[in-house]
């Protein structure tokens, strides 16, 4: 319940309405609302078993596509995210013709993550053109072109607190089946 005047508050309530930001038509844009243009997006829905309860098909799956044998029976488990995210890749692109560069193929970013050495010397192979991009999209993704080295204590501090507090952000993330 408010305390004041009613029409002083229906006033303000409009005001804010129009200074949404987030509108369509000049209303502000609501759960349940239509809304303008294409409205597709993709689900991706994988079992953890396959129809003949033969096959482990869980994406956050440690195991890797593997054959083990099961009661005298061989049993497929695992799931290959490599090969998922490579044909992804391939079929999207071929579907849409779209020209994807080497920084934004899951190749790229997984030798990133695993061994930058790797990436930064396919990097420097790629032609100017592609290899200008590619820095573009490194540096709009907030991906740090050059080390930064503390020259100060602050600074210093700052850098190993971010360091344990990735470091608890994955023990976390390990705790649970992530994707």
Do not use: W
Not at 59 to 78: C, F, I, M, Q, W
Request: positive net charge; aromatic residues 8%; hydrophobic residues 35%.
């Amino acid at each position: 319940r408010a305390e004041g005047n009613v029409k002083k508050l229906e006033k303000e309530i409009g005001k804010l309405e129009r200074e949404a930001p987030h509108q369509q038509n000049g209303k502000r844009i609501v759960q349940g609302m239509p809304k303008a243009g294409g409205q597709s997006h993709i689900h991706i829905i994988v079992s953890r078993k396959d129809a003949s309860n033969r096959f482990s098909l869980s994406p956050g799956s440690k195991y890797k596509a593997s054959d083990v044998e099961l009661n005298g029976k061989t049993v497929k488990r695992g799931f290959d995210r490599d090969g998922f995210f490579e044909k992804a890749e391939k079929t999207f692109d071929k579907t849409f013709g779209y020209q994807r560069n080497f920084a934004e193929t899951y190749k790229a970013r997984k030798d990133f993550i695993k061994n930058p050495k790797i990436y930064f010397a396919s990097l420097m192979k790629l032609p100017t053109n592609e290899k200008a991009l590619a820095f573009k999209i490194m540096e709009k993704s907030g991906i740090p072109m050059m080390p930064s080295i503390p020259v100060t204590k602050v600074q210093l501090a700052m850098k190993i607190f971010n360091r344990l507090r990735r470091g608890a952000e994955v023990a976390i993330k390990s705790s649970s089946i992530g994707i």
